[in-house]
């Protein structure tokens, strides 16, 4: 594949990767001057169609998505090679590493980098699910790390048709096996909660370093994810947080109805412990799966000897010492009534009420600020930032979380969209088509659509115009569309037959035809009389482009005929006869301009009689075809040659 275009605009460079469904290329998008990484089918899967079928749906579906942890797919195409077809998706190049690799260099993550990888994998899951698309495959693998620490999850391209081949190609599917949810394991309906239930397992390999089950084969590891519990991350490492480790127990729940019921409640528990440090519970509301308990018998209980209890004894008392009795527990009653009273009264004086904060994204920030003021909350913008979803002046984040309970009088931060980021749009008017990328580029713009037309003014390859207008202000990521030169329109016209006409009614012919004179050739013939056209360079009937120049033979009649011979005195035996000279035969050759420079040398060398000679030498467009007119005898042989290298012998049609 190095060194291979695909799609007449990816150059390959060099493999950075693969895996069971595809490889992956970086490559150089020659239109837009950038690195990209293109991920192109493995063999063993072109010929099946309906794998196929799932490929092309589920990486259009995923070119859907648009999110900042998701890996961006740019291109979807299909390119037929040696026969085959090449199937590949091109997608962001990222400078990075898988997960796994960062796993495996650390051999375990810190509490913080656990949690910050595992919110930027659950707020993609989260755009996707929203979307309607389920990854099926989440696994560290298939997420890459950049050199920035941003979270990029790739493969929602090719998940959903992996999921239905990979289970029987046992020596593909050993890493994906470990991350399988039970479902997947059985080869049951899967959604939303599949890809939780992976996530969990990788949340317990990034705390733990390891993952929850190992096994001599795939099925066996499948079949523990159906049967067996993961051991808790705190039996393994005590110094994990419980609240961590509670998240990470409900995400992999066997049953799908007891994990959290979307990405969106699972961030809401994410974001607790990592801006509150707040203790997250996952209750146990099944009874069946509740703690063993020793209850006494009910029926036992309503009969004191039975428990072995001894009876109260009856103790007779005087009526003066039940009022003692009395007066102590009535006095004993106020004082504490009394403590209890002044103790709320001090309570209420010295500590404030807890407040919920509201969810104020998507608000105005002066609505937000008198919402807060109400709830005797404030709002301090921590900072301003560009966003394609947001108006300017509207909240697009928030901190602490909706639903978090707060002291009075606390301070909310929020991040305020300033709007759209625009750009100017460069001037790419009178630009040759291979330069646009770098303007676009440098101007933080996408391609739009190339159109090409013909003029007779513009050169070809130039860009005649484009839209939006040049120096106009417009969103970043735009796509600027552009219409290219094709040059002047090829005009053809069908070869007139000249033969049998004077020079004269020649000429006004190929002025008619909007043809050109070339070179005249006066020789005689027997056959015509002097004047009249005899041979034309091309034969009539032929399509050619207007202006081309004819070559034409015009006769000066019959040949004169030699003196007589003084008869000799002495008679002399009859000479052999001479060998009719052979007359040169026009004919048509075509030749295919090839190479990827603009434009490259033709010349022709005829061979005849054992004299070689140049009878063509002209330059021509690459990919333009060429009818060359030639003539020569019939057992003349014609070498073509193209920038001096020999491409081609040809012998003469009627030879």
Known sequence: MLGTVLGNRYEIIEKIGGGGMALVYKARCRLLNRYVAVKVLREEYINDEEFIKKFRRESQAAASLSHPNIV???????????????????????????????????????????????????????????????????????????????????????????????????????????????????????????????????????ITGKVPFEGDSPISVALKHIQEEIVPPRKIDSSIPVSLENIILKCVKKSQIERYSSASELLNDLYKIRDKDEEIIIENTDPIDGPTQIIPNIDKIK?????NMPKPKKKKKSDGGLKVVFLAILLAFIVVSSLALGFVRLRQLFVNKEIMIPNLIGMEVEKAEEELKELGLKLSVSKEIFSSEYDAGIIIDQNPSPRTKVKEGYTVEVVVSKGKELTKVPNLINRDITEIGRFLAEASLSEGRVVYENSDVVPANIVMSQDPEPFTEVEVGTPVNIVVSKGPETVLVSMPNLVGLTEDQARNALAAYDLKIGEIIREASE????????????????????????????????????????????????????????????????????????????????????????????????????QIYLSGKTDATFEIYQDGKLIDVKKHPEG
């Open 527 to 626: 056959e015509y009389a002097e004047g009249v056209v005899f041979w034309q360079s091309i034969k009539a009937g032929y399509e050619i482009e207007a202006e081309t120049a004819i070559d034409l033979m015009i006769s000066t009649g019959p040949p004169k005929l030699p003196q007589e011979p003084e008869v000799p005195e002495t008679p002399e035996e009859p000479s052999e006869p001479n060998d009719p000279v052979e007359e040169e035969i026009p004919f048509v050759v075509s030749v295919t301009v090839q190479g990827e420079n603009e434009s490259a040398n033709i010349r022709i060398v005829r061979n005849q009689d054992g004299n070689k000679e140049v009878v063509y030498d002209s330059s021509h467009a690459a990919g333009e075809e060429v």
């Open 72 to 206: 961006n797919i740019y291109d979807v195409g299909v390119e037929k090679r040696d026969g085959q077809d090449i199937h590949y998706i091109v997608m962001e190049y990222i400078k990075g590493k898988t997960l796994k690799e960062v796993i495996r260099e650390k051999g375990k993550l810190t509490v913080n980098e656990t949690l910050d990888y595992t919110i930027q994998i659950a707020e993609a899951l989260d755009h996707a699910h929203k979307n309607h698309i389920v990854h099926r495959d989440i696994k560290p693998h298939n997420i890459m790390i950049n050199e920035e620490g941003r979270v990029k999850v790739t493969d929602f391209g090719i998940a959903r048709a992996a999921s239905a081949s990979t289970i029987s190609n046992t020596t593909n599917v050993v890493g994906s096996v470990h991350y399988f949810s039970p479902e997947q394991a059985r080869g049951r309906y899967t959604d939303e909660k599949s890809d939780i239930y992976s996530l969990g397992i990788v949340m317990y390999e990034m």
């Open 303 to 307: 009969d004191g000897n039975e428990l």
